[in-house]
């Protein structure tokens, strides 16, 4: 294992870039070339087509055979003009990455290129393979995945890609697209009522998001070298190197030129995939980046944030490197987020979060700032099981990543017009009194000066004109957690309408019936707001008596989801019935036995297959040196200690691994899945993971440097 180490490291110190060229100096000129969207459809459909098909995107409405085929013969000849021999339905099932499955547009019967509008609209792969929580079997095979015209279809290779939904034979609905388009039309019925109060032309309101997308980049031959990245993604052992981000040097600091490189090629292909990638630079943490690209309509993100990690890692082979979106790769450095930056945008043009010059129009903005703070106090449970993952637990309240406990962030100023708003009482409006003066709604103007601190350890924290969801997590697939929070928003804005216009009704003034309904939420939701250090353990204690849950493992978070309330919440909206939730929780409970299982494997088959014996071995020739000195009468007592020392650690590995592997073989006898995902967390994880990780560590220092088999930490994060 040794040589497999410096050979690796030999590869890592060899490398030779491949030389990147854009295709032009200036990326307008091959933005989107790889994408079929709807300035595409304009180019190549006639207006009546092209007329249809925005309806259909723009209303939600399924398109009709004649466009449909219109569309697909279009789509045939541009992707056979670029050399494309085959198409696919490209999905997202609950396994957290995309799938897809390659037809061909040859039809061998009549010897001709064939793409028809139903091949475009739908397709059948095997629903029986793919995680369903038991809403199909092995021998219920089937499943359908359709066409989402509002997602571009895109090249990617050698073939035509077409964004779908992937349902079961019955109709449940088996992926993460399914329940977000349903969640995204609620948001919009429901701001777009509101809305109303404000401006009459308000007629859609489209959430928007740019994901911060963290990452880690290793070279393959490191990677390759340490199984537990490979199984799991993240390194189950490795001692803390002498230097890793205390000095904050790497952050913002000079790219690489390897990684450079490798960041200009990747770019290179988003961008003709029509992915507006904008920002990267260095991270906090040594070997440890970020991708941002400019807000999209939400649906059109979270697809384009799938297929920009994919586009990374199929870049990193040409350049011999290996990306990591893991959670938690690397003990004591900061985890991976993935920040979702979300907002709602009418058709008007006006961000609903961005806080206006006239005191009037900052009504609305209040409306929709305080309904969300409202919502996320409400369903602060849900929201939390939204990011719950194995890989997020390691991350949520270390290095810079927000804790489990769900708390909302709006900064100094913001805080103090709710608190004047809260504080007001029943303020008699006289004829000529300016009503936003009293309720401090004319002060909000001054947030546009940017004099917000950024709180960077809040899981929801507003930032301007947008709220930033910091808790999610490098690897998630974005559609689950904008799924919970556009519903619970969306939930949140129908039950103000309700409590707004039942004040109109009983003849308040509309103005002030807002500002009434908003008094109370203010009052009601300021628990869940949060301003200060949310890592201390003041704020545990002060969050324990606010009522405020701080439930730091998945199995636990997930249960939340089938709480009743929330549960009800999934059901009325129509986002989810009650069969789809609860296999969509049995099917993430699945998922996270089976990661802690597999990680378990690898420290076992790590520690006693290449620890152990490499220290045994070590140690050996420590017994001989030790005996050698006491043949030539040299004291060798301080070789002893280490030799002891070895020993304690070789048997600390054994005993945690031994014992490891029986709970395991008990924890898979019961047959209730949260039962075994709590047995896993608790007995497993909890109680094995870092106890054996202790000595494992331990024993790299001891350990020859020549004879230690796995990759290090200083090799892993610093050789690039």
Known sequence: MAQIRFKSLEQAGNRVFPEVVAPSNKISDYFGVNAFGLERMKETLSPDVYKKVNYYIDKGKKIDTETADAVAAAVKTWAMTKGITHYTHWFQPLTGATA???????????????????????????????????????????????????????????????????ISYTGEALDN??????????????????????????????????????????????????PDLVMGGRTVFGHNPARGQQL???????IAPRIYNFMRDFEIECHKLGIPVSTRHNEVAPGQFEVAPLFEELNVAADHNQLMMDTMQKVAERHSLRVLFHEKPFAGLNGTGKHNNWSLITNTGVNLFQPSSSARENLQFLVFFVNTIKAVYEYSDLLRASVASAGNDYRLGANE????????????????????????????????????????????????????????????????????????GGEANVAAPMTVLNLIVAEQ??????????????????????????KDYVKSSKKIRFEGDNYSEAWIKEAEKRGLSNITNTPRSLKSYLDKKNKDVFVKNGILNERELEARNETMLENYIMKIQIESRVMGDLALNHIVPT???????????????????????????????????????????????????????????????????????EKYFERIRYHVDKLELYVDNDDWPLVKYRELLFIR
């Open 177 to 226: 697209k399914t329940p977000l388009l349903k969640a995204l039309e609620l948001v919009d019925k429901a701001a777009t009522a509101v809305c109303k109060y404000f401006d009459r032309d308000v007629s859609k309101v489209n959430a928007s998001l740019g994901c911060e997308q963290e990452y880690f980049v290793i070279d393959k031959a490191l990677y390759y070298a340490r």
């Open 401 to 472: 990543a927000p804790p489990a406990i769900m708390s909302v962030f709006i900064g100094s100023q913001l805080s103090t017009v709710l608190d004047e708003l809260d504080h007001s009482g029943n303020i008699k409006i006289k004829k000529g009194d300016n009503m936003y003066m009293k309720f401090g709604i004319e002060k909000i103007p001054e947030i546009i000066l940017d004099n917000t601190d950024r709180n960077r350890t809040s899981p929801f924290a507003f930032t301007g004109n947008k709220f930033e969801f910091r808790a999610v």
């Open 493 to 518: 804005l129908k039950q103000f309408k309700k409590d707004v216009d039942a004040r109109i009704a009983k003849g308040s003034e509309k103005r002030l019936a807002i500002i009434s309904v908003l």
């Open 100 to 166: 897809e499955k390659h037809d061909t547009f040859f039809d061998g019967s009549e010897k001709i290129e064939k793409f028809k509008g139903s091949a475009l609209v739908q397709q059948e792969p095997d629903a029986s393979s793919f995680p369903s929580g038991g809403i199909r079997s092995t021998f219920e095979a089937r499943g359908y995945t359709a066409w989402d015209p509002s997602s571009p279809i895109f090249i990617w290779g050698n073939t035509l890609c077409i964004p779908t939904v992937f």
């Open 615 to 685: 220290s045994v071995s070590y140690q050996n020739k420590l017994i001989e040196n030790a005996n050698g000195l006491k043949g030539i009468g040299i004291d060798s007592a301080a070789v002893i200690k280490t030799i002891t020392e070895i020993s304690k650690h070789i048997e600390g590995i054994k005993v945690g691994v031994n014992e490891m592997i029986d709970e395991r073989r008990r924890i898979n006898k019961i047959e209730d899945t949260y039962d075994r995902a709590i047995e896993y967390c608790d007995n497993v994880k």
């Open 248 to 254: 904050d040097d790497h952050y913002f600091g000079s």
